[in-house]
Each structure stands twice: as structure tokens, then as C-alpha cells.
Antibody, heavy 120, light 108 residues
Framework: QVQLQESGPGLVKPSETLSLTCTVS????????WSWIRQPPTERLEWIGF???????DYNPSLKSRVTMSVDTSRNQFSLKLSSVTAADTAVYYC??????????????WGQGTLVTVSS | EIVLTQAPGTLSLSPGERATLSCRAS???????LAWYQHKPGLAPRLLIY???SRATGLPDRFSGSGSGTDFTLTISRLEPEDFAVYYC?????????FGGGTKVEIK
């Protein structure tokens, strides 16, 4: 059974960079497309972007200027960096796997999510 | 950008009843790239339906998805106690992928 686990600081200061890592177990990261998704308090889910094992990425246009994703196949991990954060970036952040044959959705495995709060 | 509107916002039903959840898109969702998820507090969201009507692996057949174009429906034929949760739809045509605002199915 594939499992995903997010890790990273739960508190980030305004204007700094949010950094999260997703560790994949029970399956190889060298298949499927891997995404980050977030949900601010009382708001709807928002897709942030995906990365493939060869480093190909695509990001939500609304966040593209601040997002960088990377992958470490040796550790079966992928990461998210979001720069210049503000309070509006406070959210539960999820990592997820797209079902085989899909890219931007049909996420069949998710992490449990990690709350990141942006505050001084 | 495709905006997804889910209705109703809250559905109050009893176990054994039928639940019908709606997801309406502001533009046509091409190739039926629409999914439904179940979300319970503190847990990871669970994929139920993809491709508008295909069931995820292991999903009980009381769950079904239908629709095309701009109108989609998730039906739970007979609610079980574990089905009370929030349900989201998602369109995933391209990098403008978006989610609906959710429908909460609560116990009446």
C-alpha cells in the first residue's frame, strides 16, 4: 500500500520561504505524477503543482512565480518551496499521487496533510 | 479557469437514505476529467470517482458518478454510517485544475 507523509516546519514568518517534503513509501516515485495541494482555513482545496520523476513540473498559474518543486528519487521524496509567503498562504498542505494515466487529478493516494501557519 | 459549484452545501440525511450531490462547472469539462473525493476531519482525502463515472479501486458499488459537459452527480444509493463526510469534486483538464467548495453530508 502506497503511503505519503508530509514533513516540514509548521510555522513560517511572512516574506520567508515555506519548505515541505513528501516521503513516499510502499511504491516507487519513478512512476506517476506527484502533486501538492493545499486548503486554507474555510476555503476550498487548491492544486499547487506537480512533478514527475524526471523533474518535469507544471504549476498553478496563480502561484507559478513563487513555487519550485524538486524530486529526489534516491530517497523517494519530492519537495515544495513557496517563496515570499503571506498570511494567505496559511493552509493545510497535502501531497498526493495521480492515478496511473492522469496528471492533474484523480489523486488516489494522499498524505494526511500538514498545517503551515504564516505568522511573525 | 473553470469554477465548480457544488450543491447543496449541506445535506442532512439518515442512514439508509439516498444522497444525490451536484457539481456544476462554469465551462465544459472536456474528456470527462472530473473526480469526486470523500474527506473526513484529520484524514487524507479519498478518491471515489474519476473520469466522471469510474469507481476507484475497492469502492463499494453504492457510490456512483454520472454526468458530462457541465453537470455532474455523485450518488450514494444507501448511506452507511461511515459515509457521513464532506465530498469534493475536482476537474483536472490542465494546470487550471480546480476543486468545488464541497458538500457536507451530515446525519439527520
Amino acid at each position: 500500500q502506497v503511503q505519503l507523509q508530509e514533513s516540514g516546519p509548521g510555522l513560517v514568518k511572512p516574506s520567508e520561504t515555506l519548505s515541505l517534503t513528501c516521503t513516499v513509501s510502499g511504491g516507487s516515485i519513478t512512476s506517476h505524477y506527484w502533486s501538492w495541494i493545499r486548503q486554507p482555513p474555510t476555503e476550498r482545496l487548491e492544486w499547487i503543482g506537480f512533478i514527475y520523476h524526471n523533474g518535469v513540473t507544471d504549476y498553478n498559474p496563480s502561484l507559478k512565480s513563487r513555487v519550485t518543486m524538486s524530486v529526489d528519487t534516491s530517497r523517494n521524496q519530492f519537495s515544495l518551496k513557496l517563496s515570499s509567503v503571506t498570511a494567505a498562504d496559511t493552509a493545510v498542505y497535502y501531497c498526493a499521487r495521480a492515478r496511473s494515466g492522469y496528471i492533474y487529478g484523480a489523486f488516489d493516494f494522499w498524505g494526511q496533510g500538514t498545517l503551515v501557519t504564516v505568522s511573525s | 479557469e473553470i469554477v465548480l459549484t457544488q450543491a447543496p452545501g449541506t445535506l442532512s440525511l439518515s442512514p439508509g437514505e439516498r444522497a444525490t450531490l451536484s457539481c456544476r462547472a462554469s465551462q465544459s469539462v472536456t474528456s470527462g476529467h472530473l473526480a469526486w473525493y470523500q474527506h473526513k476531519p484529520g484524514l487524507a482525502p479519498r478518491l471515489l470517482i474519476y473520469g466522471a463515472s469510474s469507481r476507484a479501486t475497492g469502492l463499494p458499488d453504492r457510490f456512483s458518478g454520472s454526468g458530462s459537459g457541465t453537470d455532474f452527480t455523485l450518488t450514494i444509493s444507501r448511506l452507511e454510517p461511515e459515509d457521513f463526510a464532506v465530498y469534493y469534486c475536482q476537474q483536472y483538464v490542465n494546470s487550471l485544475s480546480s476543486f468545488g467548495g464541497g458538500t457536507k453530508v451530515e446525519i439527520k
